[in-house]
Nanobody, 127 residues
Framework: QVQLVESGGGLVQAGGSRRLSCAAS????????MGWCRQAPGKEREIVEA????????DYADSVKGRFTISRDNAKNTVYLQMNGLKPEDTAVYYC????????????????????WGRGTQVTVSS
């Protein structure tokens, strides 16, 4: 099992930037595919960025194309989400998620491919 703790959320003006971090503990972090997911009020969870265990492969949702970037540092057991050009519609709770190696998923873009979740961090973008 792996435990995930997100940080870095807060209030930011439209057009601004924010970097979220997710610290992992427990089982070998470098074996897990990781992702960032968000959920806005009244909406379903959406995977916005995902990364393979090695960090070589990534994928993203169309809604964040060219603005968000996922990365990971396996030596620090941490995954990051760099968010640039933020828009009010990016306002949501952002969750870090881990997909275990048993699922054999390289880059997981479905919420159903993740078994472990953090508690989330709120990002609010003001217009």
């Amino acid at each position: 099992q792996v435990q995930l703790v997100e940080s870095g959320g807060g209030l930011v003006q439209a057009g601004g930037s924010r970097r979220l971090s997710c610290a992992a503990s427990g089982r070998t972090f470098s074996n897990y595919a990781m992702g960032w997911c968000r959920q806005a009020p009244g909406k379903e969870r959406e995977i916005v960025e995902a990364i393979s265990w090695s960090g070589v492969d990534t994928d993203y949702a169309d809604s964040v194309k060219g603005r968000f970037t996922i990365s990971r540092d396996n030596a620090k057991n941490t995954v990051y989400l760099q968010m640039n050009g933020l828009k009010p519609e990016d306002t949501a709770v952002y969750y870090c998620a881990a997909s275990p190696p048993e699922r054999r998923v390289v880059v997981a873009m479905s919420v159903y491919e993740y078994d472990y979740w953090g508690r989330g961090t709120q990002v609010t973008v003001s217009s």
